[in-house]
């Protein structure tokens, strides 16, 4: 059996192994040639179908993998019986994987489209260096087997403790003695975690990512290597670390996790001094809906949410500021508010119709419109007509999207116009698709009044 043909062999056992269900109808088809950083073609390398995931959190918590298979010789790859579905294509490690068009971030990806029975071609795209596997990184070649873990992560004196940051969800590390990492979200209750099949113990550095300036984690307990074992400081007594893992970073811990853990994994995260200072801003905290664990911005910069719902923005400059939770398309929340030299505790946000574009991109307070510190704008509407540019008679119908197609859609009345109802200040994309006239494509920046608008097309015949 030849290389390439094995590593086929062992991708369709791991198919399996995941749980991968059949396509309940025809699926579709995806092909294309994967090259290495410096063109040449990338042989025996992983290529897989991952489902879009819903969420943010979903896409930390999880890869749901609809088709994989290997390259051949020449870098090609094909992807069979794909369930319909919006999918990235994702190529090399698991844990580090490049997306097409051939960037490390999920984000920039390219989400494709499959339709049952529909082939599509020439999805070419490189690997990045960090993707390649080795066999230190390698599934199919290093002997490891996957256990759950329970897995509980707490406030060190109770209560709330941070799930997101500015840099992120917070994730919980597990890398392996040989470099591999297994990351799990602080909100999870069980985790998969790969360990090697000839060794009774597997070494693991366990340490927190993404966790606000100033917290740590205080100490791990639980059944680690077969027998009740407690760390009250691991980044001193467990410093028991390989020299594959040294030196061990600050807040971090090496533990020893047996093939079969009998109890549940308590990571407990606290300030490593005092709390961090609030000088040189106001602080502004509020609740999100029940259950929430959603990235939070506050004019385009991220806050921390905490298990409990609740958020938290630090340094915040005095002026008007838009508040908004990142949630799937149809959940949006948000606010505008007032913030001068004071804290402002219990902010609420309420539903909106979409999201601004930009509303991640940071932006400087904009102007109070005389309004005292802690004030509230109401969401605003936009109103737009379309009409002809010679003619200025509006077209006899027409679809209207906005940002991309990922929020609501609305259809164009008799008179070539629509509404825009519980807006935010923002930069909102609207597309207007028209038969028998050009496609409008309008970037409509939106303050903190209503707004009225009118864009032109032309008549195609």
Known sequence: MSPVHMITALLTAFLAIQGVPPAAQQGGTIAGILRNADGRPAVGARVAALARPESQLEAAAAADLSSIAATDEQGRYKLEDIPPGQYYIIAGRVDVPTYYPGTSQMSSGTVVKVAPGVALEGLDFAISDNSVRTEATDLYRVAVARSFVPIRVVAENGGKFPVCSQTGFVMLDFERSDGAVTSIPATATSGMIEYFVAANLTEYRVSMRNLPEGYVIKTITGDLAGTNYTSNHPENVMRRASAALDPLAAGSAIIFLSNRPAGPLTVTIGLAGEPVSNSGGARVTGRDRPGSREPIYLSGTAGTVFSDGTFEFRHVPPGRHTVASIDVPGRARGTTIVVG???????????????????????????????????????????????????????????????????????????????????????????????????????????VEDMDVELTSRKLY
């Open 341 to 447: 030299d004071r804290d402002i505790d219990n902010l609420t946000l309420t539903d909106v119709t979409t999201l601004p574009a930009d509303i991640q991109t940071p932006t400087s307070p904009g102007a109070t419109a005389d309004r005292p510190a802690g004030a509230t704008f109401a969401p605003v509407t936009l109103r737009v007509r379309v009409v002809e540019e010679k003619s200025k008679q509006p077209p006899p119908d027409g679809q209207v999207f906005i940002n991309d197609r990922s929020g609501p859609a609305y259809p164009l009345d008799s008179d070539g116009r629509f509404a825009i109802r519980n807006l935010l200040p923002g930069t909102y994309n609207v597309e207007i698709l028209m038969f028998g006239y050009t496609t409008v494509n309008q970037e409509i920046t939106v303050g």
